[in-house]
């Protein structure tokens, strides 16, 4: 399964943008994920949609400003509200066939190549 992301890209803070991951795979029930890299850091859980579509899952500090979605295709989407600085990152997209809804990046076996997304004014 190949992903693609787009969307990233300079936001003032408290500006909003849009993300998406495409997916060469649009038939399979996939359960997907963003993951964001800093650097000098590992990557980091952002947000996970269940296989069906039904049930998403946020880290902490993006609960209430981003919503994560997956369509019938596997097209993937994180609307990203009220930015701040510190979520500045490359912003990766992740697939897996055999989980649902994980925060642990080693359970996603398909990983795009990220964008960056830069919060600052």
């Known amino acids: 399964v190949d992903l693609a992301e787009s969307g990233g890209g300079f936001v003032q803070p408290g500006g909003s943008t849009i993300l998406s991951c495409v997916s060469s795979d649009t038939s399979s029930s996939l359960g997907m994920a963003w993951f964001r890299q800093k650097p000098g850091a590992g990557r980091q859980f952002v947000a996970a949609v269940s296989r069906p579509g039904s049930i998403t899952n946020y880290e902490d500090s993006v609960q209430g400003r981003f919503t994560i979605s997956k369509d019938a295709s596997n097209m993937l989407k994180l609307e990203m509200k009220y930015l701040r600085p510190e979520d500045t990152a490359v912003y990766v997209c992740?697939?897996?066939?055999?989980?649902?809804?994980?925060?642990?990046?080693?359970?996603?076996?398909?990983w795009g190549k990220g964008t960056l997304v830069t919060v600052s004014s």
């Open positions: 992740a697939a897996t066939k055999w989980y649902s809804n994980s925060v642990n990046p080693s359970q996603y076996e398909y």
